[in-house]
């Protein structure tokens, strides 16, 4: 495996240790923000999935291999097991890390993901809700480009992003912050996991990973998210699941709720650690 970039904060000598998976897939690292909430409970790594950031990757991209890096990562950090708090895609990642490394999961808060079954019908459309015929109109103009100037990858990656938030006001601000930090997007890592998702979806293992969960697993959504939330409740139905629901947060519930988030995360981790 070629170096994957990671950082830790807090007392790496204490255990368990949390672990941070972005989502994307094909984004940096953007859970910076989290880390610091709860890395006086417990240390917290996060890294760059291979092919984003400082993270360097040529070749094929698969969600096995994603777990394995995860596995590697464990490894050579001492951590014998974690507590996964994984957000977006990145619930996906620690759900399938956790079906075949389960000994290694000692608690998996599951932040805005997974989604599994039809949910992509309801995202639309509530997306095409929240964006004006022009915005829309713009958007598909600029995904259908072959290839893209700086500034018009900004205006796409701002389009597509600004509707995640609550607050469309303050979601555009946020959504042209993040087009340019969270840069560059891996689009080939993007469609290879994609493609890997639907070829083996999670829905295909639920059964699986409710008989594999760790006894404090959870989820967390916001519900002014534009993926449905039902979907989250129809998973925390199927797999037994406690889901805590953020009011008037996004996909991104940290930035519009961020005292109730810390609150459930410190929370979360007090109790991974001290049981």
């Keep these: 495996m070629k170096a994957l970039r990671w950082e830790a904060l807090g007392d790496t000598a204490r255990r368990p240790a949390v672990v941070l998976l972005h989502g994307g897939p094909g984004l940096p690292d953007y859970l910076g923000e989290l880390a610091p909430m709860v890395a006086d409970i417990a240390p917290v790594y996060r890294y760059d999935q291979r092919g984003t950031g400082g993270s360097p990757w040529s070749g094929t991209h698969s969600l096995a291999r994603h ?33 075949r490394h389960s000994d290694r999961v000692a608690a998996m808060l599951l932040m805005c993901g997974p989604f599994v079954g039809d949910w992509r019908t309801g995202y639309r459309a509530e997306r095409r809700r929240r964006m004006s015929a022009a915005q829309q109109e713009r958007l598909d103009a600029l995904a259908e480009l072959p290839q893209r100037t700086e500034e018009q990858e900004v205006e796409l990656l701002t389009l597509s992003w600004f509707t995640d938030h609550a607050d469309p006001g303050r979601g555009w601000h ?5 087009a340019r930090r969270r840069r560059p997007v891996n689009w080939s890592m993007n469609r290879q ?6 070829a083996d979806p999670l829905d295909a293992h639920l059964t699986d990973l409710r008989a594999c969960l760790p006894a404090r697993t959870e989820l967390l959504g916001g519900t002014e998210d534009p993926r449905p939330i039902a979907a989250l409740e129809a ?3 199927r797999l037994a699941l406690p889901l805590t629901r953020i009011e008037g947060a996004g996909h991104e519930p940290w930035l519009e709720r961020p005292d ?4 459930q995360l410190r929370r979360f981790v ?3 650690v001290a049981g």
């Design 193 to 198: 996991l994609g493609r890997d998702g639907r």
């Design 260 to 263: 109730e988030v810390r609150a």
């Design 174 to 178: 946020w959504a042209a912050q993040d």
């Design 270 to 272: 007090g109790g991974a």
């Design 235 to 237: 998973l925390a139905l």
């Design 67 to 99: 777990v394995d890096d995860l596995a590697e990562l464990l490894d050579a950090w001492d951590v014998p097991k974690a507590v996964l708090i994984g957000h977006s895609y990145g619930t996906d990642l620690a759900s399938r890390f956790c079906l």
